[in-house]
């Protein structure tokens, strides 16, 4: 079983849309959780991360870690076209912010059509 | 600022070459990564350098070798490629205790024929 599990889509949604993206992940020691844009060919950036359980915004986007059910998602509010990209959900093993070690879904690509 | 930098871009190998990936960040960052990325399975970490003079293995070591030749570089070294090495290989940096902002380079693409 992966630590990290997220459904690769594609995605595909008409401007102006809601989008959910979500990940589950298997072990509760994980405490950091991210998101990261990755657009075509490029490398991936971060988009928003995430101590603990709770729900934190950034203008458009909201990340939500539900660590009962161990599940995390991203709502993307209003959806662009420049949002499509494919979003990587991730951790840190071990637990604490210095380790180092990522762990990444296998990312899912969102198309946003105009 | 750069951020990271990657060269090549590309690269052809033949099965049994050998090769080293160039990476270098001008942020100051102590720590620095490398990924290797295939279809279906995400990012996965191939080694990483904590501090300088410090490498430590990550999930996907078998097949590499690292060094960090200072705080700025850090680089991949293929001894004799083979076809399950070809991928995408992205390289990254980070503040020591930020370990969950990573910054990373714009990737290699590597096929092993």
């Known amino acids: 079983q992966k630590e990290v599990e997220q459904d690769p889509g594609p995605l595909s949604v008409p401007e102006g849309a809601i989008v959910s993206l979500n990940c589950t992940y298997s072990?509760?020691?994980?405490?950091?959780f991210m998101w990261y844009r990755q657009y075509s060919r490029k490398g991936p950036e971060l988009l928003m991360y995430?101590?603990?359980?709770g729900n934190k915004e950034d203008g458009r986007f909201t990340a939500q870690v539900d660590k009962s059910s161990k599940y995390i998602s991203l709502f993307i509010r209003d959806s662009q076209p420049s949002d499509s990209a494919t979003y990587l959900c991730?951790?840190?093993?071990?637990?604490?912010?210095?380790?180092?070690?990522?762990?990444f879904g296998q990312g899912t690509t969102l198309q946003v059509k105009p | 600022n750069a951020g990271v930098t990657q060269t090549p871009k590309f690269q052809v190998l033949k099965t049994g070459q050998s090769m080293t990936l160039q990476c270098a960040q001008d942020m100051n960052h102590n720590s620095m990564y490398w990924y290797r990325q295939d279809p279906g399975m995400g990012l996965r970490l191939i080694y990483y350098?904590?501090?300088?003079?410090?490498?430590d293995k990550g999930e996907v070591p078998n097949g590499y070798n690292v060094s960090r030749l200072n705080k700025r570089e850090f680089s991949l070294r293929l001894e004799s490629a083979a076809p399950s090495q070809t991928s995408v290989y992205f390289c990254a940096s980070s503040e020591g205790r930020r370990s969950y902002e990573q910054y990373f380079g714009p990737g290699t693409r590597l096929t092993v024929t």
């Open positions: 995430t101590y603990s359980s």
């Open positions: 072990n509760s020691a994980f405490q950091y």
């Open positions: 991730a951790t840190i093993k071990g637990g604490s912010s210095n380790t180092g070690k990522l762990i």
């Open positions: 350098s904590a501090s300088e003079g410090t490498t």
